[in-house]
């Protein structure tokens, strides 16, 4: 009988025993899966990776007792504690695989067990644990990074956007200094009224008039060969350059081959078509002198539109030397001299159909009796309708001149 309470007693101690290793095995794992937990947290905390890198040596310390860490990364940037570590054949280094995302970011190596002792394969399967955390958060950090780089690059390319708008209102201000910032009294004998309305910020079109003396009227339309910035210098350059030069004693072709060559000297690698002509109020005669441009029309106070065949010359700044040769035209009282860039003749609506200048001349012929001011408004009111929200595709300037 007492044989019998030995074996149970026996047996009792081993099943505590074993319950007791049991139970240490699962602290220990427990007390594992908590420290991956915590470090896991840590590692996520992170979005900056040079301050993560530095994190895994004390990771790797707490997990597996390693001295050193490297972390080698697939993109070529090698950082962490150490240079990549050689590997070992005893077991002295473990490595093991990065991976997040579906993506080989690289490997993690831990070294130097503290006591000499070689990493065993539960170190191994830790190590391995803690790697996946540590890859997707220095992913995380990679994503962190260039989301953070696009925001700068956005950041400059806003202020960059702004600064441009801020330019081009400060160019587009500068350009309409050129232009003549009033019409003419209502008691002269004249009526006199232009428009630019330009396709960008800044354009390339242009007009100007003004008084020689009591008796002459100097007035010029022309269109650049370019849009934007460089064709509004252009712009500007040959505006100075015509009012520089223009007197009472040069004849419009005069003044054309003059600029002409001042701006072939300047190789400027523009050019412009050109209209300008001077009008002698008294007598309503018009000499005029043509670089390339559009047609002009005379609009008769009936309402009869008449092209003027001018005798045609080259578009400014193209070659130099060259001879603009004059045409006279006399305006009766009530006539009216319409002048105007190819921004209005080639306007397209959404089929891509153009204004074109017979709708031109029919528009024309519905103006007896309108104003200078009131046609060009009329004009572009049309264009516009046409046009049907199609977007602008061409700088636009018109003139009208009418004699009283």
Known sequence: MSAIYLVIGAAGLGAAAYMYVRSRRLAAKLKQAE????????????????????????????????????????DAEQTGGVPQLEASSDNSVVTVPMAARGRTLGVLQAGRKQGGAPFSAADRELLTRFAGPLALALDNARLYEEL???????????????????????????QLSFLPKTMPSANEPFDICALLK????????????????????????????????????FMAMTLSLLKGNMDSGLTPGELLKKV???????????????????????????VLSDGGHCTPYIVK???????????????????PEFTYRNQTIVLERGDRFFVYTDGITEAENALQEQY????????????????SAEIIDALLM???????????????????LMRR
């Open 35 to 74: 420290m991956l937990f915590e470090l896991s947290t840590e590692v996520h905390a992170q979005l900056h990776r040079p301050e993560l890198l530095s994190s895994v040596n004390a990771a790797a310390l707490k997990l597996i007792a390693a001295g050193e860490t490297a972390v080698g990364l697939a």
């Open 382 to 400: 049309d264009v516009f309708m046409f046009a049907d929200g199609a977007p602008q595709s061409d700088d636009i300037a018109v003139l009208c």
């Open 356 to 371: 074109s200048a017979s709708r031109l001349q029919q528009f024309l012929s519905q103006t007896s009796g309108y104003s």
């Open 148 to 174: 953070k780089h696009s925001a700068q690059e956005l950041q400059i390319a806003t202020a960059l956007k702004d600064r441009l708008e801020n330019e081009l209102q400060i160019a587009g201000s500068i």
């Open 198 to 233: 330009s396709a960008k910020e800044v354009g390339g079109d242009f007009y100007n008039f003004f008084k020689l003396d009591d008796d002459h009227l100097f007035f010029t339309l022309g269109d650049v060969s370019d849009k934007g910035i460089p064709a509004a210098l």
């Open 260 to 286: 002409n060559d001042e701006l072939c000297d300047d190789n400027a690698q523009l050019f412009a078509t050109i209209i300008c002509g001077v009008l002698r109020i008294s007598t309503g005669e018009v």
């Open 301 to 319: 106070a009936d309402g009869s539109v008449i092209p003027v065949k001018l005798p045609k010359g080259i578009p400014l700044a193209s070659f």
